[in-house]
C-alpha cells in the first residue's frame, strides 16, 4: 500500500480564495509526523507546514494550515486567500517513529494553477 | 542560517563520463538524504545516511551509482560511467536529530547525460 497519496494530480483556484489538497497517509506506527513542502518552477523544495501525530491543535503557518484528521487518516493542506505565488507543485510527506532511521515518504504532488 | 548547499548546480556532460556531485547539509543535522526527480518517476529517494552511515541504499539504481558521507559535513553522490538516462534534478536534503524533525532541501543539481 502507498503510504502517501494524494489524489488531485492538478487543480485550479481563484486569487484570494481558499484551496485544499488532498493528503492521505498509511501508518501503523503511532508516532510519526507530516509534512507539507512546496516546489515552484524554479524547482527548489520548500518546507511549509508540520503536524505531530500526538499534537491536539491542527498546525498552522501564516495562511498555511493542516486539517489533520487522524482517525481518517488524513492531512489535508489548506491555503487561505490564494496569491498568484501559490502556484507550484505541492507533496505531503509522512516520517514515522521518533528516530532519524526512518525515511521520508513523499506523495506524487498536486500541481496547484492560482488563476488571476 | 546557511541552508543545505548542493554543487553544481547544473552539469552537462557525455555518457560515459563521471559525474560527482556535491552536498554540504545544515550544520548539526545528522540526517542526510539524496533523491532524485524526474517528470516520469517523480521523486525517488536513492540512499541515506544516519550520523554518516549509510541506512538505506535501497533506492541506488544500480551498481553504477555510490555515495558516501565522509564527515557531517560533506556528501558526494557519483555516477560512473553516466549515461542519458540518469538526467535528473538530484536534490539532497538534511534533518535534525531528536524528534520527527522536517528535512530541508539543496536547490539541486540539475544534470544532463548527452
Known amino acids: 500500500a502507498q503510504k502517501i497519496t494524494q489524489t488531485q494530480p492538478g487543480m485550479f483556484v481563484q486569487e484570494k480564495e481558499a484551496v485544499t489538497l488532498d493528503c492521505t497517509y498509511d501508518t501503523s506506527d503511532p508516532s510519526y509526523g507530516l509534512f507539507w513542502y512546496k516546489q515552484p518552477s524554479s524547482g527548489e523544495m520548500i518546507f511549509l507546514i508540520y503536524q505531530g501525530s500526538y499534537d491536539q491543535q491542527n498546525a498552522t503557518e501564516g495562511r498555511y494550515s493542516l486539517n489533520f484528521q487522524k482517525a481518517r487518516k488524513s492531512a489535508n493542506l489548506v491555503i487561505s486567500a490564494s496569491q498568484l505565488g501559490d502556484s507550484a507543485m505541492y507533496f505531503c510527506a509522512m516520517r514515522e517513529g521518533t528516530d532519524n532511521f526512518n525515511k521520508f515518504y513523499f506523495g506524487s504532488g498536486t500541481k496547484l494553477n492560482v488563476k488571476p | 542560517d546557511a541552508g543545505v548547499i548542493q554543487s553544481p548546480r547544473h552539469e552537462v556532460t557525455e555518457m560515459g563520463q563521471e559525474v560527482t556531485l556535491r552536498c554540504k547539509p545544515i550544520s548539526g543535522h545528522n540526517s542526510l538524504f539524496w533523491y532524485r526527480q524526474t517528470m516520469m518517476r517523480g521523486l525517488e529517494l536513492l540512499i541515506y545516511f544516519n550520523n554518516n552511515v549509510p541506512i538505506d541504499d535501497s533506492g541506488m539504481p544500480e551498481d553504477r551509482f555510490s555515495a558516501k558521507m565522509p564527515n557531517a559535513s560533506f556528501s558526494t553522490l557519483k555516477i560512473q560511467p553516466s549515461e542519458p538516462r540518469d538526467s535528473a534534478v538530484y536534490f539532497c536534503?538534511?534533518?535534525f536529530g531528536t524528534g520527527v524533525q522536517p528535512q530541508h532541501f539543496g536547490d539541486g543539481t540539475r544534470l544532463s547525460i548527452l
Open positions: 536534503a538534511s534533518s
